[in-house]
């Protein structure tokens, strides 16, 4: 007998863990409240009739989503106190995420921050439907609504998020030529360089929580955010470096000041130009990106 066999109920959740996580941090944008929500997760399903469970990958999904949403409304008062703008938590991915133009987008900093925009309850009925493709039925049976209120939460939820997307999916060679323009304006600090990649209504968020600093609101403009840069870049000068990496499926810049990680550089480019930056200096966010989280629609 092998005393190391995993039973069945353990087995399911492994094979489905990695769902579940990606589930759970597009409902939250948090890595740390979406491991808290797992853990939950966890400890309902081990509790379950397994033999009345017919499909262990709703029934999962469906418990996580509720836990997710009850944690989504707690954290949603937190983050009304948060000091300055308000990032979700970057996560090092790895290339297959990159790959996948679907996955990429709906964790992409640029798409997170509008799911930020809904209520709890269009953010989860969203997530199920739109990135995961869950049906109607399954959806209300996760967030207790009849599935003709969902239809109308994810019509609306969808309405909005569209009105505030990015253009278009940004294929992963722009993206990242985009990112090397950057990389290198960063590097030599020459204002021109930055403002030939900088779009003119760029925006750059930048999120320190209140312990590092950051703006504490979101700049405009391809003048300020170059001036901005240019100006840290400058008192900075040997002892700030930038290197390109992979954040949440898309193109960054992970930062370090005296070779320590100071923070994540995240980008949106259309049409070849920057128009978003997400600098996330927050350390409590930062535990995710020393090594690569695995991500999945499936």
């Known amino acids: ?5 995993i039973d069945p109920a353990t087995e399911a959740f492994l094979a489905h863990r990695n769902l579940l996580f990606t589930v759970a ?3 939250l944008g948090s890595a740390a409240d979406a491991e808290d929500v797992l853990q939950e997760t966890w400890l309902r399903w081990v509790e379950a009739d397994q033999e009345q469970v017919r499909d262990q990958r709703a029934y999962l999904v469906r418990i996580t989503t509720r836990q997710a949403l009850n944690r989504l409304r707690t954290v949603k008062r937190r983050r009304e106190a ?4 308000w990032l979700p938590e970057p996560l090092l991915t ?3 995420v990159a790959e996948d133009v679907e996955l990429a987008e709906s964790v992409s900093m ?3 921050l509008v799911l930020e925009t809904l209520s709890p309850i269009e953010r989860a009925v969203f997530v199920l439907r739109e990135v995961f493709d869950v049906g109607y039925d399954e959806i209300a049976h996760a967030v207790d609504k009849s599935a003709v209120a969902v239809r109308q939460i994810a019509h609306r939820a969808r309405q909005h998020v569209d009105s505030r997307r990015p253009r278009r999916v940004v294929s992963a060679n722009k993206g990242q030529a985009a990112l090397e323009s950057l990389h290198r304006a960063i590097e030599t600090g020459d204002p021109q360089a930055l403002l030939e990649v900088l779009a003119p209504e760029v925006v750059l968020v930048s999120d320190g929580g209140g312990i590092k600093h950051a703006a504490l609101r979101p700049v405009t403009g391809a003048d300020k955010v170059a001036r901005m840069f240019v100006g840290s870049i400058g008192k900075l000068k040997g002892v700030l470096t930038a290197e390109p990496t992979a954040i949440n499926g898309n193109p960054a810049l992970l930062v370090r000041l005296n070779g320590e990680i100071d923070g994540v ?3 949106r480019e259309e049409d070849g130009q920057i128009t978003g930056l997400y600098y996330v200096r927050n350390p409590d966010k930062l535990s995710h990106v020393a090594s690569t989280t695995a991500l999945t629609l499936h």
Do not use: C, R, S
């Not at 948060?82 to 703008?85: I, R, S």
């Open 1 to 5: 007998m092998n005393d190391d066999a």
């Open 25 to 27: 941090y597009e409902v």
């Open 82 to 85: 948060y000091v300055g703008p």
């Open 94 to 96: 790895t290339p297959d």
């Open 110 to 112: 640029a798409l997170m």
């Open 265 to 267: 550089m995240a980008i």
